[in-house]
């Protein structure tokens, strides 16, 4: 029987994202792909926010009768890898990150919001607002934007992990870090992944955010020897 695998989608994107990576991975694993509530065209009245995702995915692998599963999390997909082995350990068998963004504090935040203003983005990124309206086809794409860039600024306040999380964290988890993302750097992955027991940093050379970028074979090779 195949180890399952559940491929997580980052900010404002959504599965059909990782469909190809997942078609690559399926001759070694029972690959699953799942769209965070509110992302891919789903309906949500709630906030968005890093529990809520961790609860989709609970309830995804419910749903599938996963018991124990392999996360792989791109960006903030893979902050709610590690916030679901902490709090459903027994679930988590080994966490993959890329690309996840884990020095949250005000000025980090308040530059990310800045990125995140649908009317700024629909006048001077109209290549961009395209892409997100073909992602969320059947949800408004500005409310996916409103809705992260908050969630984004609470994270920096009260709802970020903190070194006493990462330390209660013993799966294995690989922190991949893309040699030419811009977003995030290596020195806050290398942080995280000293704080964890069966943590290991890997670096990617000539890996780039955002995940459209990125070579498929480059993201099998990162999971299946490592």
């Not at 935040?109 to 649908?118: F, G, I, S």
Request: aromatic letters at 8%.
């Amino acid at each position: 029987m195949k180890e399952p695998l559940v491929l997580l989608h980052g900010a404002l994107g959504c599965k059909e994202q990782l469909l190809d990576f997942k078609t690559r991975l399926e001759s070694k694993f029972d690959a699953h792909l799942l769209s965070f509530e509110g992302h891919g065209g789903t309906a949500s009245k709630n906030p968005f926010s890093i529990d809520l995702f961790t609860d989709n995915v609970l309830a995804y692998c419910a749903l599938k009768g996963l018991e124990s599963v392999t996360i792989f999390g791109y960006s903030m997909g893979g902050y709610v890898a590690l916030n679901l082995a902490i709090k459903h350990p027994k679930l988590v068998k080994k966490v993959y990150t890329l690309g996840t963004k884990f020095n949250w504090h005000t000025e980090s935040a308040q530059k990310e919001v800045k990125m995140l203003n649908p009317k700024t983005n629909q006048e001077k990124a109209p290549f961009f607002t395209n892409h997100l309206k073909q992602l969320h086809c059947h949800q408004d794409w500005r409310v996916v934007m409103t809705k992260t860039a908050e969630m984004i600024l609470n994270m920096a306040y009260v709802a970020k992990l903190i070194e006493h999380d990462f330390k209660r964290i013993e799966h294995q988890v690989i922190i991949g870090i893309g040699r030419q993302d811009n977003m995030v750097t290596y020195e806050e992955s290398e942080k995280v992944a000293a704080m964890l027991v069966n943590g290991k940093l890997v670096s990617l050379d000539g890996v780039p955010d955002p995940i459209e970028k990125v070579d498929v074979s480059d993201l099998v090779d990162y999971v299946l020897y490592n």
